[in-house]
């Protein structure tokens, strides 16, 4: 009885609920503008809240939270600018439907699938937290190396065709994240003994330049074009929209619990990962991935949004973060005199019933947000080129400042938004530069803690890869996944099936 007055306390006070629904709403538009990130937003509430109770503290929080990883997939679909990098393989096939003039179809499909997978990350958290923490919790530093390789090879998938130059994008984005301050020796790498450069580059900048700049150059060949004239006669998809790809919501929904619940993953790796699913088990979609199939936004906007109830699992569970807003949060929960972690869940059984509540009532409003003011933000595309490339300019300048307060992050955007442009002239994808740079550091830390932990023994190292069944399985799809991108397996699909046929 004490568990369900905790989880209805959101419900019943009206100062709650409205907390949650001025962040969401707040989130929503933090999410939305390049480079006010929700970890950003989370950490400067703490400053503010730290003298409240502990309920109202959290529910503001919990509310930004959810609505900031929605709001990414706002600006995304209308100029091709992910408002966070949980909405890269939104903006891949959401943007090519704005230019058709299917913005509003676009946003109403993104937020009932974001929807739907925030309620089944909730689900998971609610029933099944501690099972699916005791899996996180047994991941090696092994087996996060071999998940950041598993996320590289996906610039196969979204490399649009080219294998090679989708493995040189995503290595050049590896070669970004590694510039700075090596974390484990403080020693420079990259650095060209200039201070500016120790510091490492903003992934932010890399991702609005490459995004933003680079879509602002390339609209300067079309500053005569007419507008498309958006649709919005229609937001909400139809009964039939939605069941037919219930199925796809499932599959990905549950990566992104996952990946969420994974120590210093989030929603990022699971919204990759789950438009790389979706490719590969997806049979005759309506439009193909990358020219604005459905199937694009479901995949990645249910897992980035179902990988939120999975970070709450560890921090609930076990006291670890499952990204860096969580562990914002565990802080917040610490100044409030409350220990996140095992006893938390036998002490203070209510604080996590509280949180589950207000994540429910935040998913509610982020739905309804979401549903409204559709038609103001679909204006944004209708506008005349000569007006939306300065305003894509300008977006891209704030948020990138905005990072840091920094005019050398300016600069950097500037220049990775002209690199970006001779890459597309080119034809090398964008998406897998930026994953580069997210999965680098988490590549780099756990290789060299497991090949530490074999005492520098390639052969211990692998050793322990085969003894280990979670190991070995990761292992097994990293070289599947390999072998499934080169030429080799249609020659080895055509002898196995084809002797098949043969046979028979």
């Given at each position: 009885?004490?568990?369900?007055?905790?989880?209805?306390?959101?419900?019943t006070?009206?100062?709650l609920l409205m907390?949650?629904g001025l962040?969401?709403l707040?989130g929503?538009?933090?999410?939305?503008?390049?480079?006010?990130?929700v970890?950003m937003a989370?950490s400067?509430?703490i400053?503010?809240?730290?003298s409240?109770?502990v309920?109202?503290?959290?529910?503001?929080?919990i509310?930004?939270?959810?609505?900031?990883?929605?709001?990414?997939?706002?600006?995304?679909?209308?100029?091709?600018?992910?408002g966070?990098?949980?909405?890269?393989?939104?903006?891949?096939?959401?943007?090519p439907?704005?230019?058709?003039?299917?913005?509003?179809?676009?946003?109403?499909?993104?937020?009932?699938?974001s929807?739907?997978?925030g309620?089944?990350?909730i689900?998971v958290?609610?029933?099944?937290?501690?099972?699916v923490?005791?899996f996180?919790?047994?991941?090696?530093?092994?087996?996060?190396?071999?998940?950041?390789?598993?996320?590289?090879?996906?610039?196969?998938s979204?490399?649009g065709?080219?294998?090679?130059?989708g493995?040189?994008?995503?290595?050049f984005?590896?070669?970004?994240?590694?510039?700075?301050?090596?974390?484990?020796?403080?020693?420079?790498r990259?650095t060209?003994?200039?201070p500016?450069m120790?510091?490492?580059?903003?992934?932010?900048?890399?991702?609005i330049?490459m995004?933003g700049?680079?879509?602002?150059?390339?609209?300067?060949h079309?500053?005569?074009?007419?507008a498309?004239?958006?649709?919005i006669s229609?937001?909400?998809?139809?009964?039939?929209?939605i069941?037919k790809?219930?199925?796809l919501?499932?599959?990905?929904?549950?990566?992104?619990v996952i990946i969420?619940?994974?120590?210093g993953?989030g929603?990022?790796i699971?919204?990759l990962m789950?438009?790389d699913h979706?490719?590969?088990?997806?049979r005759?979609?309506?439009?193909?991935f990358?020219?604005?199939?459905?199937?694009?936004l479901v995949?990645p906007?249910?897992?980035?949004?179902?990988a939120?109830?999975?970070a709450?699992?560890?921090?609930?569970?076990?006291?670890?973060?499952g990204?860096?807003?969580?562990?914002?949060?565990i802080?917040a929960?610490?100044?409030?005199?409350l220990?996140?972690?095992p006893m938390l869940?036998?002490?203070?059984?209510?604080?996590?019933?509280?949180?589950?509540?207000?994540?429910?009532v935040a998913?509610?409003?982020?739905?309804?947000f979401g549903?409204?003011?559709?038609k103001?933000?679909?204006?944004i595309?209708?506008?005349?080129?000569a007006?939306?490339?300065?305003?894509i300019?300008?977006?891209?300048?704030?948020?990138a400042?905005a990072v840091?307060n920094?005019i050398?992050?300016?600069?950097?955007?500037l220049g990775?938004?002209?690199?970006g442009?001779f890459?597309?002239?080119?034809?090398?994808?964008?998406?897998?530069?930026?994953?580069?740079?997210?999965?680098?550091?988490?590549?780099?830390?756990?290789?060299?803690?497991?090949?530490?932990s074999?005492?520098?023994?390639?052969?211990?190292?692998?050793?322990?890869?085969?003894?280990?069944?979670?190991?070995?399985?990761?292992?097994?799809a990293?070289?599947?996944?390999?072998?499934?991108?080169?030429?080799?397996?249609?020659?080895?699909?055509?002898?196995?099936?084809?002797r098949?046929?043969?046979?028979?």
């Amino acid at each position: 009885m004490e568990m369900l007055s905790a989880f209805f306390m959101v419900f019943t006070h009206p100062q709650l609920l409205m907390l949650v629904g001025l962040g969401t709403l707040a989130g929503v538009y933090v999410g939305a503008i390049p480079g006010l990130s929700v970890t950003m937003a989370v950490s400067i509430l703490i400053s503010f809240t730290f003298s409240w109770d502990v309920h109202p503290a959290i529910a503001l929080m919990i509310g930004i939270y959810m609505g900031g990883v929605y709001g990414g997939s706002r600006t995304a679909i209308l100029l091709n600018i992910p408002g966070a990098p949980s909405a890269i393989a939104t903006a891949m096939d959401g943007y090519p439907m704005a230019k058709r003039g299917e913005a509003g179809t676009a946003i109403g499909v993104t937020t009932v699938m974001s929807f739907f997978g925030g309620f089944i990350g909730i689900g998971v958290l609610a029933l099944a937290a501690p099972f699916v923490s005791d899996f996180a919790l047994g991941f090696q530093p092994r087996d996060y190396m071999l998940l950041a390789i598993l996320g590289i090879l996906l610039v196969g998938s979204l490399s649009g065709g080219s294998l090679v130059k989708g493995i040189f994008a995503g290595a050049f984005g590896i070669a970004l994240g590694a510039v700075g301050m090596d974390p484990l020796t403080f020693t420079e790498r990259f650095t060209f003994d200039l201070p500016v450069m120790r510091s490492g580059i903003s992934f932010i900048a890399v991702m609005i330049g490459m995004f933003g700049v680079s879509e602002a150059l390339a609209q300067l060949h079309h500053v005569d074009t007419v507008a498309v004239k958006q649709k919005i006669s229609r937001i909400v998809p139809s009964f039939g929209t939605i069941r037919k790809h219930l199925p796809l919501s499932l599959q990905t929904s549950t990566i992104g619990v996952i990946i969420g619940a994974l120590p210093g993953t989030g929603g990022d790796i699971a919204a990759l990962m789950a438009y790389d699913h979706a490719k590969r088990v997806t049979r005759n979609p309506e439009r193909e991935f990358g020219d604005g199939a459905i199937e694009g936004l479901v995949a990645p906007e249910t897992a980035n949004n179902a990988a939120v109830g999975g970070a709450f699992i560890p921090m609930m569970t076990l006291g670890i973060p499952g990204d860096a807003v969580t562990a914002i949060m565990i802080g917040a929960l610490f100044i409030h005199g409350l220990n996140p972690g095992p006893m938390l869940m036998v002490d203070q059984p209510d604080m996590f019933w509280f949180i589950v509540g207000s994540l429910v009532v935040a998913n509610f409003f982020m739905l309804i947000f979401g549903l409204t003011g559709i038609k103001i933000f679909t204006k944004i595309v209708e506008m005349p080129r000569a007006v939306l490339i300065p305003l894509i300019l300008l977006l891209s300048i704030v948020g990138a400042y905005a990072v840091n307060n920094s005019i050398t992050d300016v600069y950097w955007m500037l220049g990775f938004g002209v690199l970006g442009y001779f890459m597309r002239y080119y034809g090398y994808p964008l998406g897998p530069v930026i994953l580069g740079v997210i999965l680098s550091r988490l590549l780099d830390d756990n290789w060299r803690r497991a090949i530490i932990s074999a005492k520098g023994d390639f052969g211990l190292f692998m050793q322990g890869i085969v003894t280990s069944p979670l190991s070995l399985v990761l292992f097994i799809a990293v070289i599947f996944i390999f072998v499934n991108q080169t030429p080799l397996w249609p020659m080895i699909k055509r002898r196995v099936f084809g002797r098949g046929k043969a046979a028979e």
